[in-house]
């Protein structure tokens, strides 16, 4: 096995020549990332190159996830879930993890929930079965090489469900989350490096949250709407009885009617929020490094650090803190 940077490029070089050459130039390119990273961080070549395996292995690796689809398993695409399976129950839950992978979820004129899938590679890359009430799609680990590079991405599902399905469970790293013209009780939607997007959505209670993403609902209703978000921004529009919104270096924006509640918590942000004109508000607003501007029957009201007031029968409680950030508040006239 090689044990220098030189020598296990060279013997990498040599052994990718049966590969396309664009996928090669660009592993190669991630393995002599590796390489430097791993010298930043104060690891020997030797100690990178046992770290990396022996490039037999990597090849091994290779063949396997490339290797061409039998002829007797076509494209997939129109999945039935569980069909192979006895399942008895309707689905009523879905569970959805994945790696690298986008989903979109959207009501549809189907009996059971059918599946689209934009890959040739289904088998290979996941696998998705019944268990009593639930569906679950899961994308298996990334092979060694894959750790490196995000090679496998563009995959996409594509989910059309009947009105049975009620909870939604779903998580990506990597890979969109979209939900589209839903009426269910439960959702749960997270990921890491890249966005949620919802449309015309309505539930009972929704949690949202997104590192190194955003978030975006627009024209959705909720019971209970829960958002969060490290690095990136919220952008909620809609109606919802309560809306609570953190977020981490990244800016909150509503554009709501709001009945109950609404909470706005942000570090390193902004908070823009606009509500439906409504019988009353209880207002408690505040910021450690910015300014506050709101504007509600017929008041403008500015201040630098902490604003409390209220008018009418205070139907509506609203909270707002920004820390390093400024907050606009308006109410607008209902539609």
Same mark, same amino acid.
């Given at each position: 096995? *090689?044990?220098?940077?030189?020598?296990?490029?060279?013997?990498?070089?040599?052994?990718?020549?049966?590969?396309?050459?664009?996928?090669?130039?660009?592993?190669?390119?991630?393995?002599?990332?590796?390489? *430097?990273? !791993? /010298?930043? $961080?104060?690891?020997?070549?030797?100690?990178?190159?046992?770290?990396?395996?022996?490039?037999? #292995?990597?090849?091994?690796?290779?063949?396997?996830?490339?290797?061409?689809?039998?002829?007797?398993?076509?494209? /997939?695409?129109?999945?039935?879930? !569980?069909?192979?399976?006895?399942?008895?129950?309707? &689905?009523?839950? %879905?569970?959805?993890?994945?790696?690298?992978?986008?989903? =979109?979820?959207?009501? !549809?004129?189907?009996?059971?929930? &059918?599946?689209?899938?934009?890959?040739?590679?289904?088998?290979?890359?996941?696998?998705?079965?019944?268990?009593?009430?639930?569906?679950?799609?899961?994308?298996?680990?990334?092979?060694?090489?894959?750790?490196?590079?995000?090679?496998?991405?563009?995959?996409?599902?594509?989910?059309? &469900?009947? *009105?049975?399905?009620?909870?939604?469970?779903?998580?990506?790293? $990597?890979?969109?989350?979209?939900?589209?013209?839903?009426?269910?009780?439960?959702?749960?939607?997270?990921?890491?490096?890249?966005? =949620?997007?919802?449309?015309?959505?309505?539930?009972? #209670?929704?949690?949202?949250?997104?590192?190194?993403?955003?978030?975006?609902?627009?024209?959705?209703?909720?019971?209970?709407?829960?958002?969060? #978000?490290?690095?990136?921004?919220?952008? =909620?529009?809609?109606?919802?009885?309560?809306?609570?919104?953190?977020?981490?270096?990244?800016? +909150?924006?509503?554009?709501?009617?709001?009945?109950?509640?609404?909470?706005?918590?942000?570090?390193?942000?902004?908070?823009?929020?606009?509500?439906?004109?409504?019988? !009353?508000?209880? /207002?408690?607003?505040?910021?450690?490094?910015?300014? =506050?501007?709101?504007?509600? $029957?017929?008041?403008?009201?500015?201040?630098?650090?902490? %604003?409390?007031?209220?008018?009418?029968?205070?139907? +509506?409680? /609203?909270?707002?803190?920004?820390?390093?950030?400024?907050?606009? %508040?308006?109410?607008?006239?209902?539609?």
């Amino acid at each position: 096995m *090689s044990n220098t940077y030189n020598d296990y490029m060279q013997e990498l070089r040599e052994a990718l020549d049966e590969f396309d050459q664009d996928f090669a130039a660009e592993l190669l390119e991630d393995f002599e990332s590796h390489f *430097s990273e !791993g /010298i930043e $961080n104060g690891m020997t070549e030797e100690e990178i190159c046992q770290e990396l395996g022996p490039v037999e #292995s990597v090849l091994a690796e290779l063949r396997e996830s490339f290797q061409p689809a039998s002829p007797d398993v076509p494209k /997939i695409t129109r999945i039935r879930p !569980g069909e192979n399976s006895s399942r008895k129950e309707t &689905v009523s839950r %879905l569970h959805v993890r994945l790696i690298t992978a986008s989903a =979109i979820v959207q009501g !549809g004129d189907v009996t059971d929930v &059918v599946c689209d899938y934009n890959r040739e590679d289904f088998s290979q890359r996941f696998e998705m079965y019944t268990e009593g009430d639930t569906l679950f799609l899961k994308e298996k680990p990334l092979p060694f090489f894959q750790r490196f590079t995000f090679s496998r991405g563009g995959a996409q599902f594509v989910f059309k &469900v009947p *009105s049975s399905v009620k909870n939604l469970d779903l998580s990506s790293t $990597n890979g969109k989350l979209t939900l589209k013209h839903l009426e269910i009780c439960l959702a749960s939607l997270n990921t890491v490096n890249s966005r =949620i997007l919802g449309e015309h959505l309505q539930a009972e #209670s929704c949690d949202v949250h997104c590192v190194n993403g955003q978030i975006q609902m627009d024209d959705c209703r909720s019971q209970s709407m829960k958002a969060s #978000s490290v690095n990136g921004a919220v952008t =909620i529009r809609g109606h919802y009885g309560t809306l609570e919104l953190h977020s981490t270096n990244g800016a +909150l924006r509503v554009d709501a009617d709001v009945k109950n509640t609404l909470a706005l918590r942000t570090v390193n942000g902004s908070v823009t929020a606009c509500y439906r004109k409504t019988s !009353g508000a209880d /207002i408690d607003l505040s910021t450690n490094c910015g300014s =506050i501007f709101a504007s509600f $029957n017929d008041s403008h009201l500015t201040s630098r650090k902490k %604003l409390r007031t209220s008018y009418g029968d205070k139907s +509506l409680k /609203i909270t707002a803190h920004a820390q390093n950030g400024s907050i606009h %508040l308006e109410e607008t006239p209902k539609l």
